[in-house]
Every structure is written in C-alpha cells, then in structure tokens.
C-alpha cells in the first residue's frame, strides 16, 4: 500500500511520525559531517529540499531531540553505529531569513531582528542562576525587534557563546535562505543598506566565533564575496555545478520511478519525465524537482506545480527589462535552441542589469536553466557552457511570463493578434499603438530610461510574444544582426494560414520625414533581401505571403504593407498614428 502524500511539510519528525511518504536523504548527514568543512554554502533552486535537509540535520544533531533517535530507525544514516552515538549531542541554532520579503530596507531589518529575538526565547532560563555575567544578562533582555544594530549583528555569536558555556559543546548553527532578503533588496532598491546589516552579522557569526562547532548556509544564489562574505575565507561553496551532495537535493530518477511504482503508475514515467527532469548537479543529471513530484503523486495530474510555487518576479524583471542581446538569447532558448557562454556562478546583484552573462547565472542557479554540455577553451583558459530550457515545466513557466508582460493592455494585444491573422492593416495600427502605449515603458524600466531604447527592448520582447501566442499554427523565426536600424521576423504557417513576414525599422529623422517614409524604407528592404525566398522554397505560395513593414518613431508605431501603396502616406490604410 502506497504511503500518504503529505504537501508541505518540512519536519522530517513530522513526516516519520505520519508515516508520510518520504525518499531517505540522510546520507547528506554523514558526507557533510565527513567533510570536516567549518562553513559550507549550499545553494539549490526553490523547492528543492533545502529546509527539509536543514529539519533533518538540526534533528539529527539537536540537543533537544536527544532522546528521539527513533525518527531515524530504517534509515541509513541509522545503519552506522558510529553516527548513533552522535544524535542529539550538540546544541543547534536553527533559523530561516525564507519570510522576509519586505518591500523596504526598515522592514526587513524589523523582521530579521524579529527572527533573531525569537531564537533567544527558548533559552530565557540562562538569564537565573550565575551562568551568565550581569552584562550578558543585559544583553539578552535587550533582544527585540527594534534593537541596535550592534546588538543584532552579534546576536548569533553571543548565543552560541551561551549554549557553549551550558551544554560543554560548540554550537552548530543552520541558516536557511540566506538569499531571500537580498533578492527582495534587489528589486525594491534598497541592496546596499542591508548589505551592510547582513555583512555585519555573517562576519560575527561564521568568521570570529570561537563557539561555532559547524555551520550550514542553504539558498538560491552564490551572492559574490565582495558582497557579503569579504571576511569568510573559511567558506566551502557548493553550488549547483558541484558534485559534492549532487544527488541529496531533489529526487533521481530511480527514486522518482520507484514512487511511481508504489503508487500504481508505473505507465506514466514517460510523461513523468518529459515534464519534470532535466535538473543536474554537478555530474549528476536526471534530477527531478522534489515539489512537481509529490504533487504529481497526489493528483495524478501532470501541471507546473514548481513553476508555479512562487513568486518569479526577478527572473521577470531582468527578462523584460534586458537589452537587446538578452532577448535575443531567451527567444534562441525559447525555440528550443541552446546557449554557449562563458557564466560566474557568484551573482553580483548591483550588476545584474549590465554584466555581460549575469542573468543567465542567475537562471543557471534559480533552476530554470539547465547545463547541457561544458567545453574548455584552452587558448582562454576559460569553460564554456550550453545551457537550455530544464523542462517542459519550465518553459510553461516562462509562455505565461511573457504573457504577462502584456497583461495590462491584454485586450488590445489580443485584438492585435487576431487583426494580424486577419490581414486588417486598419485594426493592426489601432491596436498595435495602444499596446506600445501601455508596454514601452515597462521594457525599458531602468535607473535612466532611454527614448531611444525603449523600441528595441519594445519590438524584441514583442517578437518573444508572437512566437509564444502564435506557436501553435505559425513557426516564428527572426534575424538578429544588431542595431534597430533593420530586424525582420518571418512567421512560417505549419498549416494553411498564409506566410507571414515583419520588418522593423526605427524613424531616421534625417533620412525619412514621415513614419510612412520609413514604412516604405521596411518594405523596400523586404523586397530587396527577397525574404519570400525562404517561404516560397518551404511550399508557401508567393500569393500567400503577406508583408508588413513596421515604423517606429518613440512611441509611436505605423503599419504599412506594398498592397495598400505604404508609399503614398494618404493612402495608407491605417489609423491615424496615435
């Protein structure tokens, strides 16, 4: 009988006690624990078992389950009597920055602080007796949600210095999702205040802490050392390329198939696996994400449980927001087609927007790309990866993320879309005007906004658009040569619609006094590159095949084709330019 799928659980007690479904991962104990590293950094993608491993080590380890080694019977960190003698002797400070998404530096330096003060409550015995020096007393009782600054960066050092003192052994210390705050800094702008703050306190905690036995760190990202961890040479990273404790986060595919036997579906690996693998870590491929599975075995229904889990709003912003060459290379991903660069797995967050490669770090560590093969190049001396989608899941993920970066004038795209299906120039300029109206600015959403950049980060997020809304009846294809002086996009029908080709072309205002001047100017390269040639040679008749040139001036867009005389600007058949 198949075991009961317990969702969202994150004690590893509570899951023993339930007899909930679980794949032992207590190995990570010992191989950590061998390790002898003093502080190890861990990152894996959201959802990927982080806390559950922190759960079972603070478990394994705590003082205060010294007497529940039971949890651990059948299991195979329980097979080795050595590691028996270790459960439940060391004191633990577990605690988890995961909750705090705060839109502003005072916020989240309130909750962190909250955080803090809440580890000292169950220790509040250590302020009677003569353990503690009046001082030391003082200093507990100062711990609240608004305590100084001083106070909170060492709060971690002075409580393993105090659990030291009573229970005669040093102190393991657990930080989950490090990295959570910092993201949240990021995107609401105040990143260097709690750098500072988080600096203070890692120092304190991991670097200068006579008391600390062995510490943990779990998160998303390898936030560069030059942020945070300028002091921490004692580090040991584990990121997602490593191979130490490759197969101890998320399930292997033999594990995931033998849940799909316990559970009567041993006909559905092949769907099973076309939607959640694809993860690896370091040598280890075929990882499957841990949350798409369980959900998976409670449903039975094939969905983007991960996807879906959480907030993407980083991943969003630095995709909407990029340059040219950045959508460039996410709509090479999105068509299936793999990337070759050079990554730095450290994530500089203040340089997110503008060093070369850093999102597709990013992506790399956030769990949304996948490395498909690694090359060194010896003239360099440098690896370069090739990186595509993970997954079906992912890529779902990613159509609906783009979907919303037309969410606000939703209706208008739409009607624009369906107005292109339909060859109405007329309903095309209407409508393609009121979408650049609503969408220029959220394009080019950085520290100085540019009006001249706002188009080119405009039209190639609007080409990722048609190649997500228009991929069932139309194969979307695009040239990428730079500048936004020329890009056309080809639309080759995979039925009976007819071909379809775009040109896009910026307003020179000492070349073309009028946008339908730099229509026709579009249209006119279409005739000369011949791009119908590629249509006509893949069975699509030439009067099937319409063109459109496109001209942008700001925000202003015009919508010309040869048909409707885009030389002759009176006779255009459009709208007036909004």
């Known amino acids: 009988m198949a075991r009961t799928v317990g969702i969202g659980i994150q004690s590893l007690q509570t899951i023993r006690e339930r007899q909930c479904f679980y794949v032992d991962k207590t190995k990570f104990i010992k191989e950590w624990w061998e390790s002898q590293d003093e502080v190890t950094l861990i990152t894996r993608p959201r959802r990927f078992g ?99 600054e001083e106070d909170a960066a060492m709060s971690l050092h002075y409580l393993s210095a105090f659990l030291h003192r009573y229970y005669g052994r040093k102190a393991i210390i657990l930080l989950d999702e490090y990295d959570t ?101 370091g040598s280890c491929t075929d990882i499957y994400n841990p949350w798409s599975i369980i959900n998976y075995l409670d449903t039975g229904r094939v969905m983007a449980y991960w996807a879906n889990s959480s907030s993407n709003s980083l991943a969003g912003k630095l995709l909407r927001e990029g340059n040219k060459e950045v959508k460039q290379n996410f709509e090479r991903l999105m068509k299936g087609e793999p990337l070759r660069m050079e990554l730095d797995e450290q994530i500089v967050y203040g340089e997110l927007q503008s060093k070369r490669n850093s999102v597709w770090s990013l992506l790399l560590a956030s769990g949304y790309l996948k490395i498909t093969g690694m090359e060194f190049e010896e003239k360099s001396g440098r690896w370069y990866y090739s990186l595509a989608l993970t997954n079906r899941e992912v890529r779902l993920m990613f159509e609906n ?110 070349e073309e006094k009028e946008l339908a001047d730099t229509v026709e100017e579009a249209l006119r390269q279409i005739e000369m590159k011949k791009y119908e040639t590629t249509l006509v040679e893949k069975g699509v008749r030439e009067e099937r095949i319409r063109k459109y040139g496109f001209a942008f001036c700001g925000k202003r867009v015009l919508i010309g084709t040869p048909q409707t005389g885009a030389h002759k600007e009176k006779k255009l058949d459009t709208a007036p330019v909004l």
């Open 50 to 148: 982080k806390t559950l491993t922190m759960s079972m080590t603070e478990q394994f380890f705590s003082v205060n389950y010294a007497d529940q080694g039971e949890m651990f019977q059948g299991l195979l960190i329980w097979e080795d009597g050595e590691y028996r003698k270790l459960q439940g002797m060391y004191p633990v400070i577990n605690l988890s920055f995961a909750n705090v998404k705060e839109n502003t530096y005072e916020k989240a330096r309130y909750r962190i602080c909250q955080i803090l003060r809440d580890l000292y409550v169950p220790y509040r015995f250590l302020l009677e007796g003569d353990l503690l020096t009046e001082g030391e007393k003082a200093y507990i009782s100062r711990m609240s949600e608004t305590m100084r």
């Open 181 to 281: 705050p910092m993201q949240e800094a990021f995107v609401n702008g105040y990143w260097e205040e709690l750098v500072s703050f988080t600096r203070s306190l890692f120092n304190s905690t991991f670097k200068t802490n006579p008391h600390l036995e062995r510490a943990i760190m779990t998160g998303i990202t390898r936030v560069s050392r030059e942020s945070v961890f300028s002091d921490l040479n004692n580090l040991k990273v584990v990121t997602t390329t490593s191979d130490e404790y490759a197969d101890c986060f998320g399930f292997t595919e033999e594990e995931v198939f033998a849940a799909l036997e316990e559970f009567g579906m041993p006909d559905k690996k092949p769907e099973v696996k076309r939607w959640y693998d694809g993860f690896t870590f």
């Open 401 to 510: 993320m783009i979907r919303d970066w037309f969410s606000e004038p939703d209706e208008y795209y739409n009607d624009f879309i369906r107005a292109l299906l339909a060859g109405d120039v007329k309903a095309m300029n209407y409508y393609m005007n009121k979408v650049a109206l609503a969408t220029f600015s959220s394009f080019d959403a950085g520290n100085k906004p540019s009006e001249s950049a706002e188009p080119e980060r405009f039209y190639h997020g609007f080409v990722l658009g048609l190649l997500v809304e228009l991929a069932d009846r139309y194969t979307v294809t695009s040239n990428r040569e730079s500048g936004f002086g020329r890009y056309d996009v080809m639309l080759e029908p995979k039925g009976d619609d007819d071909g379809i080709i775009l040109e896009f072309k910026a307003q020179d205002p000492e």
